[in-house]
């Protein structure tokens, strides 16, 4: 290769002809927008970045249209406050009405390609994502906790229903590699079971949702989590209602503390 593109004159035009060639046999299509693009070779050692662990699937202009969590945000449920100055502190919803779980905490905002990459894992069948995706998860989870000081890790369960219809869960399969991870907490899949088969709650309010989930969930085995310091995961979080029932039927169910950790986070 490097003997080709260094020829003088055919050099540029072989190798743009092995480049259509390489693009004609591996299409890459972004796992975003969809559009084909050539991915680069942007890996680098050292920190886990969202440009690296998304480089062989987002095409530029996706890369770019991602924005990382970050300070000042709400000590307790995590959301980030609209100016950019001062400290961390409890925004107005926590303190008017604190929701069961400690604290919640996220890696990216909902938006643009995040929630276009969230979308087509859930609903697209892209389920090369859940690697990557897990990757920055897991990065979010070292960054917030110590895997000492929790005892389980429990993901927030779909119905039977829509997980026959999804074929799995997309907040395991983020998760699912871990496992393989020496002293990290396990993985409390059946920790939890959802009774209901509530609708979804896309274009819901606030308080509807919180009626809609309010008893979705129930605890399968009370021994498997008592006395339990328990993170639970989940792709999104929109309003806290579905992580907040969790944690309710978790804590009545005999866990110590319920911490929530999603991938994304409306903002
Ligand atoms: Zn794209
Ligand atoms: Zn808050």
Not at 170 to 195: F, T, V
Request: proline share 4%.
């Amino acid at each position: 290769m490097t003997g080709l593109s260094s020829t003088n004159n055919g050099g540029g035009m072989i190798h743009r002809l092995g480049n259509t060639f390489i693009q004609a046999l591996f299409p890459h299509h972004c796992m975003a927008c969809g559009k084909f693009f050539l991915p680069g070779n942007k890996k680098r050692y050292g920190a886990v970045s969202f440009e690296d662990e998304m480089a062989p699937f987002l095409c530029s202009d996706c890369s770019g249209g991602f924005q990382a969590v970050a300070s000042p945000i709400c000590n307790k449920c995590g959301f980030m406050f609209v100016s950019r100055e001062g400290d961390d502190h409890l925004c107005g919803q926590c303190i008017k009405r604190p929701m069961k779980f400690n604290v919640a905490r996220a890696w990216g905002v909902y938006d643009r390609t995040l929630m276009d990459a969230v979308h087509n894992l859930k609903y697209n069948g892209k389920i090369q994502l859940a690697k990557p995706l897990g990757k920055m998860l897991l990065d979010t989870f070292m960054k917030y906790w110590q895997p000492e000081d929790v005892d389980m890790i429990v993901p927030v369960p779909l119905h039977k229903k829509r997980f026959r219809m999804r074929g799995f869960n997309q907040a395991y399969l983020l998760i699912k590699a871990w496992q393989k991870i020496s002293r990290m907490p396990d993985i409390g899949h059946n920790a939890l079971i959802r009774e209901i088969n509530t609708a979804p709650q896309i274009g819901l309010g606030k308080e509807e949702r919180r009626k809609n989930i309010k008893n979705a969930f129930a605890v399968k085995n009370p021994e498997m989590i008592k006395g339990k310091r328990i993170v639970l995961v989940d792709d999104v979080y929109t309003t806290g209602a579905t992580v907040d029932a969790c944690a309710r039927v978790l804590v009545g169910g005999g866990a110590v503390s319920v911490d929530v950790l999603t991938l994304a986070r409306t903002m």
